[in-house]
Nanobody, 126 residues
Framework: QVQLVESGGGLVQAGDSLRLSCAAS????????MGWFRQAPGKEREFVAR????????YYTDSVEGRFTISRDNAKSLVYLQMNSLKPEDTAVYYC???????????????????WGQGTQVAVSA
């Protein structure tokens, strides 16, 4: 049974930092691109960052480039999202997602992912 479990969310002030973690189980972690998405109230789920299974290449949406860092630990089946200089507009539920193995697509669309976590809330006050 595949499980993705996010943790690390919370309520912070603008300018603060948070690190989200996603623990994966029941799947071949090292062969999958992993992504982070977020969904704010009344809005569609949007891409935040992804890290490739091959070579660990990373890609970010423009609004978080330079502030967020995605990383992975294949030995522990963990993926992280370090979020610095948080802004109120970063407030959302953050979701971890896993692709099927060995995909070579952009990894920036929800439909490209096979498995999802339950989400963790991040709230940033002004």
């Amino acid at each position: 049974q595949v499980q993705l479990v996010e943790s690390g969310g919370g309520l912070v002030q603008a300018g603060d930092s948070l690190r989200l973690s996603c623990a994966a189980s029941g799947l071949s972690f090292s062969s999958r691109t992993m992504g982070w998405f977020r969904q704010a109230p009344g809005k569609e789920r949007e891409f935040v960052a992804r890290i490739k299974w091959s070579g660990g290449g990373t890609y970010y949406t423009d609004s978080v480039e330079g502030r967020f860092t995605i990383s992975r630990d294949n030995a522990k089946s963990l993926v992280y999202l370090q979020m610095n200089s948080l802004k109120p507009e970063d407030t959302a539920v953050y979701y971890c997602a896993a692709q099927n193995p060995y995909r070579s697509d952009t990894g920036t669309y929800p439909t490209q992912y096979a498995y999802w976590g339950q989400g963790t809330q991040v709230a940033v006050s002004a």
